[in-house]
């Protein structure tokens, strides 16, 4: 995988999901748990990263999620990120979501379900069990 300048590597902790960028693919991954301590300081770059990506060219820009449980300053971070796709997607722009969950876990598939509702863009709940 290249990765360019732009491109973010965040190695994921037990309170922080790892989040990684693809700049050429237009992907954004984000895996685990998210109750960091400052979420400002996790999701700063990732939101930064999302609007200079959205702003660059027309590629498509997909979030492939695998989040497992989000404290409140998390969900409101991933409203961001989902209100700037949203914005994007108004505008023309081929954006989608696919968040994938644990079927053992519906609670993530109905924290997923909310976020969805407030989306116009393509936004996939999806159940795998790894």
Not at 117 to 122: M, T, V, W
Request: charged content about 20%; overall charge negative; glycine content about 4%.
């Amino acid at each position: 995988m290249t990765m360019t300048i732009d491109d973010l590597n965040i190695p994921g902790t037990q309170s922080t999901p790892s989040i990684q960028t693809d700049w050429v693919a237009g992907l954004i991954t984000m895996q685990g748990d998210s109750y960091p301590e400052n979420t400002f300081e996790l999701f700063g770059p990732v939101i930064s990263w999302v609007e200079r990506y959205l702003d660059t060219g027309d590629h498509p820009l997909t979030a492939e999620l695998r989040l497992i449980y989000l404290n409140t300053s998390s969900i409101k971070a991933m409203m961001d990120i989902f209100d700037i796709l949203e914005l994007a997607h108004t505008n023309g722009r081929k954006v989608a979501v696919n968040w994938y969950y644990d079927s053992r876990n519906e609670r993530v598939a109905e924290l997923a379900e909310e976020f969805k509702e407030d989306c116009s863009f393509p936004f996939s709940i999806l159940p795998c069990n790894d």
